[in-house]
């Protein structure tokens, strides 16, 4: 790889900042004002995106997953920093049009680029995004805060990229598949309406119930779930397919709890916090015992 030569073509036309001094310098420089969220994520081929992806949609992908986290913190996405691991056998058209999705997607969700890294590598291309979120109003919201008497709302539609990727493994293109390389995320004007009614919030990466299992643990309280109230992408009503798209990664919805009566456009009542711990699941008016997978851990 001619590392300063694609560099120099590809990654600074994407920054016009005075912030990052068209990358010549060791460090960005910010003067900012106010409440910020930051925050990270990785992408590793053949983990979190097929080794056969076009990759202009991996360099969307890549800018959505941590998008998603500061829409989740009730942050409007702000500036971003990009480090690369580009395999040897990768060739320069594939870095273009890496650089070509993550352009247009920081073009679109309105983050300034100011910096980043760059090194070659005989493993799998490696990718991570950090992402920096201005408070879209009073504050920021944390997993911590559920409490008992809040309802349970999440955005969009849960599964379709569990059903996209199934789909893709077994060489099939589905509309769902779009979804598992491009997540569908909420419009990031939606981070006002976190920052201003939620109690508690995240984004929804790997699984629905194995999220909102987390949210329960870390704000103290009991979750109920009613899987027949949680919008599909395959609506169902055999338990199995119900579960397995709620146990689905890589949606990238917005998961949050509220008080009671806060309704909002494009969010949809799924349960209710009480005192306690733990999630419970309610499938046709009868509790279920918890599948024993729940989502993706670290190391599934
Ligand atoms: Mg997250």
Redesign the pocket.
């Known amino acids: 790889m001619r590392e300063i030569d694609w560099i120099r073509r590809y990654i600074a036309p994407l920054v016009d900042d005075e912030e990052a001094d068209r990358l010549k310098d060791d460090a960005a420089m910010l003067t900012l004002n106010g409440t910020f969220a930051l925050?990270t994520?990785m992408l590793v081929e053949g983990q979190h995106f097929l080794a056969g992806d076009p990759l202009e949609t991996v360099g969307r992908k890549l800018v959505r997953?941590t998008v998603?986290?500061l829409i989740?913190k009730g942050a409007l996405p702000s500036r971003a920093m990009v480090s690369i691991a580009w395999p040897k056998n990768r060739g320069e058209a594939d870095f273009a049009a890496l650089i070509s999705g993550l352009g247009a997607d920081l073009a679109y969700f309105g983050m300034a680029l100011v910096g980043g890294d760059t090194v070659s590598t005989d493993g799998p291309l490696c990718l991570n995004l950090a992402g920096l979120g201005r408070a879209a109003g009073a504050r920021l919201v944390r997993r911590r805060g559920a409490r008992p008497g809040d309802q349970l709302l999440v955005s969009g539609v849960i599964g379709a990229a569990g059903l996209g990727l199934a789909a893709l493994k077994s060489g099939m293109e589905t509309v769902h598949a779009a979804h598992y390389r491009v997540p569908n995320l909420v419009p990031v004007s939606m981070a006002h309406w976190i920052s201003d009614h939620a109690s508690a919030s995240?984004?929804?990466?790997?699984g629905l119930l194995l999220?909102a299992a987390r949210l329960a643990e870390v704000s103290d309280v009991a979750l109920e779930i009613d899987l027949n109230a949680v919008p599909l992408a395959e609506p169902s009503s055999r338990l199995e397919e119900v579960l397995v798209q709620c146990t689905a990664g890589d949606d990238y919805q917005m998961l949050m709890t509220v008080p009671e009566g806060c309704e909002a456009p494009g969010l949809t009542p799924i349960g209710r916090v009480s005192s306690g711990s733990g999630l419970s699941l309610c499938f046709n008016g009868r509790n279920i015992p918890l599948p024993s997978r729940l989502g993706f851990e670290h190391g599934d």
Do not use: G, N
């Not at 995240?202 to 790997?206: G, H, I, M």
């Open positions: 925050s994520d997953v998603s986290d989740a995240l984004d929804v990466s790997d999220d």
